[in-house]
């Protein structure tokens, strides 16, 4: 595996390269940390390397809100100065500036 350094940090909004969402990272897996059924469901042709850093969204479209888990190759920097709206977004970030959301000072994930 590369030893590689993540491209984004959390509280960065990001959007998909190929689909249309966006979302919140809310925590950074170094390299691939999700089960083998869910990376084979990916077509082959979209499928990403492992050998990345994986990104943990709190994501929403144009219909919902959702959890996403999208590779490092697959991400875009999101430059619309837009909010996140998705709803456990107080939960885990105290306030917005602008570009990124300020994780909570006593958050701790799993």
Do not use: C
């Not at 077509?43 to 959702?66: G, I, M, S, V």
């Not at 959890?67 to 709206?85: C, F, I, K, M, R």
């Amino acid at each position: 595996m590369l030893n590689q350094t993540a491209k984004f940090r959390i509280g960065e909004i990001v959007r998909h390269r190929l689909f249309p969402f966006r979302g919140v990272i809310y925590d950074v897996d170094p390299e691939f940390a999700n089960t083998e059924e869910w990376w084979q469901a990916i077509p082959e042709n979209l499928r990403p390397r492992k050998d990345q850093p994986f990104y943990h969204l709190l994501a929403e479209n144009d219909e919902t809100h959702y959890v996403a888990y999208v590779s490092e190759q697959n991400l875009l920097p999101d430059t619309s100065g837009e909010p996140v709206e998705h709803p456990t977004v107080p939960e885990l970030f105290a306030d917005f500036d602008g570009k990124s959301y300020i994780r909570k000072p006593d958050l701790k994930l799993n």
